[in-house]
């Protein structure tokens, strides 16, 4: 029960809030303009203006950046992730399988 409503709350989080589907009656009615999406959609074109502006040499010092950070984030996670308690037993259940369940797929 607990699970189902973990479910219908997430689910009820991402239409709402999210996608604000609760003020679009279908695809002829876009509804509102979502200003914190515009904003990011904007502030992500500026960026790439600037990139673009500054030309390849100043670019190529920004790669270093963005090509190393998600890694340095993943790690953090890992780590922070293995401190859980009962971390061990998700990895244990992640990596067994059972069989019999996937002889019985549907």
């Not at 502030?43 to 790669?63: D, E, H, M, N, T």
């Not at 950046?65 to 308690?85: C, H, S």
């Amino acid at each position: 029960a607990t699970l189902q409503l973990a479910d219908a709350v997430g689910s009820l989080f991402c239409s709402e809030r999210t996608l604000g589907l609760s003020r679009s009656s279908g695809l002829h009615d876009p509804g509102p303009v979502r200003w914190e999406l515009a904003i990011c959609l904007l502030a992500a074109w500026v960026i790439i203006f600037l990139c673009c502006l500054k030309g390849i040499r100043s670019s190529g010092k920004i790669v270093y950046v963005t090509a190393t950070f998600p890694y340095l984030v993943l790690i953090v996670l890992i780590i922070r992730g293995a401190t859980l308690k009962g971390s061990l037993q998700g990895v244990k259940f992640y990596l067994s399988t059972d069989w019999k369940r996937l002889g019985s797929a549907q």
